[in-house]
């Protein structure tokens, strides 16, 4: 089937937002007397959330009060400056123009909740571009279920086949190939250090958002 709309994680896929994680983390340290650390330190771990990136910029053990109360620091802090520092990975501002011009739908299926996702896609002036942003908040089960997916596709009145979700994660290309949809992986986005898109299952790896206009490019001519 041709190709209708491309849907996007948002962390590590369509946005870079570990700059905010990690400003949040280093004045949260600052705030305690302690030294910063490596930034990149917690980059590694964002696809990991609020817990693991707490356990990277703290040395604390993680069934303490202290880490609970170190997490939900991290969240608020996080919820009042999650739009901060964070933006359109090099190239995907042209990669949005170029789809919207095809006249493709594009939207964002993500595992990030509603409360920080929907004030980062206004703040970045993307809310009234993307056709649908599903969140954790919308669906019982998060990715890798298909459940985000199959929403999404459904708001959108498309076949999952006429779908391309592009991700960061193992998640997202499980969530995506459950549903029926096409998937591509990433490979510029927050992947462990030990993981390796390729073993993921995509359709296709990418190593930067504009490798997608091929990609593109043959799902609309479905050649």
């Not at 809310?127 to 942003?133: D, G, I, M």
């Not at 890798?144 to 998640?171: H, Q, Y």
Request: charged share 25%; aromatic share 6%; proline share 6%.
């Amino acid at each position: 089937m041709r190709l209708r709309a491309v849907l996007f994680d948002m962390d590590g896929t369509l946005l870079d937002t570990a700059p905010d994680f990690i400003a949040v983390a280093q004045a949260m340290r600052i705030a305690r007397g302690l030294t910063p650390v490596a930034g990149q330190q917690i980059r590694d771990v964002v696809s990991g959330g609020a817990r693991a990136m707490v356990l990277s910029a703290f040395d604390v053990d993680p069934l303490s009060l202290e880490f609970e109360e170190l997490r939900l620091e991290f969240l608020e802090r996080y919820q009042e400056n999650c739009a901060v520092h964070s933006h359109l990975y090099e190239g995907m501002a042209e990669l949005l123009n170029e789809i919207e011009q095809a006249n493709l739908l594009w939207g964002v299926v993500t595992n990030k909740p509603l409360r920080f996702a929907e004030p980062i896609m206004h703040q970045l002036g993307l809310a009234s571009r993307s056709a649908v942003l599903i969140c954790p908040d919308h669906v019982k089960n998060s990715k890798p279920d298909p459940e985000p997916m199959l929403l999404a596709c459904k708001k959108l009145n498309l076949d999952p086949s006429a779908v391309l979700f592009v991700g960061d994660d193992l998640r997202d290309i499980e969530s995506g190939r459950a549903a029926g949809s096409r998937t591509a992986a990433v490979s510029y986005g927050y992947i462990h250090p030990e993981d390796n898109p390729g073993n993921w299952g995509a359709d296709v790896v990418i190593d930067h958002p504009l490798e997608l206009r091929r990609v593109l490019d043959r799902a609309l001519c479905a050649c």
